[in-house]
């Protein structure tokens, strides 16, 4: 990292959580892994904020994310509300002074993200993406090793991410109002990947959509190319079960990656000799401290963490691009 800052080594800040949900429980028990524990939460209600702190020990319940916001003892928010919310709370945290982590998909579009950006410089203040292909010490390794020149070019970026789940319209990933739909559930973590590994963002793209019945994403195929000519390939689903694998092709070697939303663990196999290489870096099981740590890390100077929000911005273009193409707007886009 530019200035030597690492995430262990950043100040830790007071860290408010707003929602309840699946995810926000999930940081709160991984934080507790590293001894830590929010210090603040704010949710719908009262009450479901008092539950979610007596459960995980958190400091305290605030009666609205506002006074959650007003109070001077936070330095930073996580956001773990559905997306269609995130633009609503980036809105207001940023403006009242808090570095900011939000959950993935970081906002519903590009014109969101501009302006969550913009509210974020005019405050002096960090807006980080918590989608965790960011983050992983594994990633941060391989993207090293690929722009130190250790695999030469890379030409090709496979990806596969599929799911099943039963259809069912008022679940969230399947119900409009609620911006679901594969792309922001899923793409967003294949889609990251892909730019990661790219010297420079795609110019060209062409996709198929297969819609659900509430006419959000439920299955496609994404083929990118940038000026480079480096190319990605992509298959999303959430009514099929595929194996979250990705495979970054290079002249030297291909890197193969399985589940890798939160992977620690790569192949490297050698394309003169066929040998295999296993690079191993950072823990599963702490995939979402180390968003909170970066964040940390970002507000403490670090460049090359500060410098990840343009692989967000590209891939929120791309997402938007693609939902817009197949003439999928989400109540709020209308």
């Given at each position: 990292?530019?200035?030597?800052?690492?995430?262990?080594t950043?100040?830790?800040?007071?860290?408010?959580?707003?929602?309840?949900?699946?995810?926000?429980?999930?940081?709160?028990?991984?934080?507790?892994?590293?001894?830590?524990?929010?210090?603040?939460?704010?949710?719908?209600?009262?009450?479901?904020?008092?539950?979610?702190?007596?459960?995980?020990?958190?400091?305290?319940?605030?009666?609205?994310?506002?006074?959650?916001?007003?109070?001077?003892?936070?330095?930073?928010?996580?956001?773990?509300?559905?997306?269609?919310?995130?633009?609503?709370?980036?809105?207001?945290?940023?403006?009242?002074?808090?570095?900011v982590?939000?959950?993935?998909?970081?906002?519903?579009?590009?014109?969101?993200?501009?302006?969550?950006?913009?509210?974020?410089?005019?405050?002096?203040?960090?807006?980080?993406?918590?989608?965790?292909?960011?983050?992983?010490?594994?990633?941060?390794?391989?993207?090293?090793?690929?722009?130190?020149?250790?695999?030469?070019?890379?030409?090709?970026?496979?990806?596969?991410?599929?799911?099943?789940?039963?259809f069912?319209?008022?679940?969230?990933?399947?119900?409009?109002?609620?911006?679901?739909?594969?792309?922001?559930?899923?793409?967003?973590?294949?889609?990251?990947?892909?730019?990661?590994f790219?010297?420079?963002?795609?110019?060209?793209?062409?996709?198929?959509m297969?819609?659900?019945?509430?006419?959000?994403?439920?299955?496609?195929?994404?083929?990118?190319?940038?000026?480079?000519?480096?190319?990605?390939?992509?298959?999303?689903?959430?009514?099929?079960?595929?194996?979250?694998?990705?495979?970054i092709?290079?002249?030297?070697?291909?890197?193969?990656?399985?589940?890798?939303?939160?992977?620690?663990e790569?192949?490297?196999?050698?394309?003169?000799?066929?040998?295999?290489?296993?690079?191993?870096?950072?823990?599963?099981?702490?995939?979402?401290?180390?968003?909170?740590?970066?964040?940390?890390?970002?507000?403490?100077?670090?460049?090359?963490?500060?410098?990840?929000?343009?692989?967000?911005?590209?891939?929120?273009?791309?997402?938007?691009?693609?939902?817009?193409?197949?003439?999928?707007?989400?109540?709020?886009?209308?």
């Open positions: 990292m530019s200035d030597q800052t690492t995430a262990t950043a100040p830790q800040l007071n860290w408010g959580v707003i929602g309840c949900g699946f995810i926000a429980n999930e940081m709160a028990q991984t934080l507790a892994l590293k001894g830590r524990a929010f210090s603040g939460v704010a949710s719908r209600t009262l009450e479901e904020a008092a539950a979610f702190a007596e459960r995980h020990g958190v400091a305290k319940a605030y009666a609205s994310v506002d006074d959650m916001l007003a109070d001077p003892n936070i330095d930073a928010v996580y956001v773990a509300t559905p997306h269609n919310t995130h633009i609503t709370y980036l809105r207001s945290a940023l403006a009242a002074g808090k570095h982590v939000s959950e993935k998909a970081i906002t519903l579009n590009t014109a969101e993200l501009s302006e969550a950006n913009r509210i974020a410089r005019e405050h002096g203040v960090v807006l980080m993406d918590a989608n965790t292909i960011l983050h992983m010490p594994l990633f941060k390794e391989l993207v090293r090793r690929v722009q130190a020149g250790d695999f030469g070019p890379v030409n090709l970026i496979q990806e596969n991410f599929g799911s099943y789940k039963e069912d319209e008022r679940n969230r990933f399947f119900n409009i109002n609620l911006a679901g739909g594969s792309m922001l559930d899923i793409g967003v973590y294949a889609l990251t990947l892909m730019r990661l790219m010297e420079s963002a795609p110019n060209e793209h062409l996709s198929m297969n819609p659900a019945p509430t006419g959000v994403d439920l299955t496609s195929g994404l083929l990118l190319r940038n000026a480079e000519g480096q190319m990605g390939v992509i298959s999303l689903s959430s009514h099929s079960k595929q194996p979250k694998r990705a495979v092709s290079a002249d030297k070697a291909y890197i193969e990656v399985m589940e890798y939303p939160r992977a620690d790569a192949t490297i196999v050698w394309t003169e000799t066929g040998k295999t290489e296993t690079v191993l870096a950072g823990e599963r099981r702490l995939a979402l401290c180390y968003v909170l740590e970066d964040l940390e890390a970002a507000v403490a100077g670090d460049e090359d963490v500060l410098g990840l929000m343009q692989v967000t911005v590209d891939v929120m273009r791309l997402m938007t691009t693609f939902r817009y193409d197949w003439n999928l707007y989400y109540p709020e886009e209308q």
